[in-house]
Structures are given as structure tokens and as C-alpha cells.
């Protein structure tokens, strides 16, 4: 069953934008993580952020992680067109992952 | 690196045949997990297999369906016999055991069954 939800399902930006998508959860996680899809292939991890940690960076991405509200968010800075994809947060219990719906983006040139 | 490979990429074949499908884990990943996903449930977590042993299978839909896994390189999920709703992308995925360790997916095997 699904345990993250994100919001918004879709978003469409101009390149140079900043895309900032949600995720909630309902139980107790060891870690959350984000993955990209691109269109017909396999998810690709992004960012993993531990439930001890409140914030982390890479590259062009900003992960924040409130357990007190069970919630995430993935910021996008200074979008480019490649990072046109679905984007899914999964909450990490043990060894099972539970992935949301995931947000569609769409980066416009 | 190679990642994780699937075959076939993409299968179509009648309802009530066998399908087969095959998956490579990244060498030294000791768990492996298939997932299906579908427009209607998202991605659902079908069996989870930890050194070669299977220890969630609590995904795995209905009896056609059954895994596998009779070394550290080769997985199996097989669908005996297929029908239409089993139509899907079924995803492997493996990763090293342990906690806050990601996991690294094939690019899948759309299924189609007619």
C-alpha cells in the first residue's frame, strides 16, 4: 500500500524556475527517500535523508524532512529541461520501501 | 558499472501463457526486490528477497504468480497463467542490506498480455 502522498500530481514550470513538490507520510520511517522516473525507464535514486536529519543538498536539489508533521519536500532549483520526469518520495520501514503516486513535472523550455 | 538488468524489455503474449521474466542484480547486492507498477495502484512491492531467500512475499498477488532467486545473480518472477490485469511494468530492483542504503532499479519489462 502506498504510505507517501505527493502534492501537487503535476507541475509545469519555465526552465530557469524552481520546482517544489510535498510528500506526507503516515508512520514512524527509518529514513525517506526521493527517486526520479524518466519516461520509460527505472526509478533513479536521488536523495536519501535519515529521520534524525532536517535538511540535506545535492547539486540542485534541497530535501527537507519534518518527522513532527510527516512530511518532506524536494525543491528543484534552476530548472532545466532534462529534469523534466515523475518524481516519487518512498518512506524507508526496515527493508520495505513505500512509494507515493509521485509528481509528474514538467520543465518547459 | 552495469546496474541492474532486466529482459526482456517489453513482452506480449496471450492470456493463459507462461511469462518469464529475468533480473540481474548489481554484483555484491545481497537484496533484491520486483515490484509492479501500474496507473491505478502506483508502484507495488510484489517480493523481497535477502541473501537468495525470500523473506517478504506478502505482495506476491495470487498463486500464478512465483519467484525465484537460485543464486546472487539471477532472479525470476514467473506468471503462470497470465491474464489481461496481470499487464503491467514489472521493475528489479537491488540494493546492499542494511539501513539507509538506496535502491537501484532496471529499467523494467512492460508486460502486455492480450
Known amino acids: 500500500s502506498q504510505q507517501g502522498e505527493e502534492d501537487p500530481q503535476a507541475l509545469s514550470i519555465q526552465e530557469g524556475e524552481n520546482a517544489t513538490m510535498n510528500c506526507s507520510y503516515k508512520?514512524?520511517?527509518?529514513?525517506l527517500q526521493w527517486y526520479r522516473q524518466n519516461s520509460g525507464r527505472g526509478l533513479v535514486h536521488l536523495i536519501l535523508?535519515?529521520?534524525?536529519?532536517r535538511e540535506k543538498h545535492s547539486g540542485r536539489l534541497r530535501v527537507t524532512l519534518d518527522t513532527s508533521k510527516k512530511s518532506s519536500s524536494l525543491l528543484i532549483t534552476a530548472s532545466r529541461a532534462a529534469d523534466t520526469a515523475s518524481y516519487f518520495c518512498?518512506?524507508?520501514?526496515?527493508?520495505?520501501?513505500?512509494f507515493g503516486a509521485g509528481t509528474t513535472v514538467t520543465v518547459r523550455a | 558499472d552495469a546496474g541492474v538488468i532486466q529482459s526482456p524489455r517489453h513482452e506480449v503474449t496471450e492470456m493463459g501463457q507462461e511469462v518469464t521474466l529475468r533480473c540481474k542484480p548489481i554484483?555484491?547486492?545481497?537484496?533484491l526486490f520486483w515490484y509492479r507498477q501500474t496507473m491505478m495502484r502506483g508502484l507495488e512491492l510484489l517480493i523481497y528477497?535477502?541473501?537468495?531467500?525470500?523473506?517478504?512475499d506478502s505482495g506476491m498477488p495470487e498463486d500464478r504468480f512465483s519467484a525465484k532467486m537460485p543464486n546472487a545473480s539471477f532472479s525470476t518472477l514467473k506468471i503462470q497463467p497470465s491474464e489481461p490485469r496481470d499487464s503491467a511494468v514489472y521493475f528489479c530492483?537491488?540494493?546492499?542490506?542494511?539501513?539507509?542504503?538506496?535502491?537501484?532499479f532496471g529499467d523494467g519489462t512492460r508486460l502486455s498480455i492480450l
Open positions: 535523508i535519515r529521520s534524525n536529519e
Open positions: 508512520t514512524s520511517i527509518n529514513n
Open positions: 528477497f535477502n541473501n537468495n531467500v525470500p523473506i517478504d
Open positions: 554484483s555484491g547486492h545481497n537484496s
Open positions: 530492483a537491488s540494493k546492499y542490506t542494511g539501513s539507509n542504503q538506496p535502491q537501484h
Open positions: 518512498a518512506t524507508d520501514e526496515n527493508y520495505k520501501l513505500s
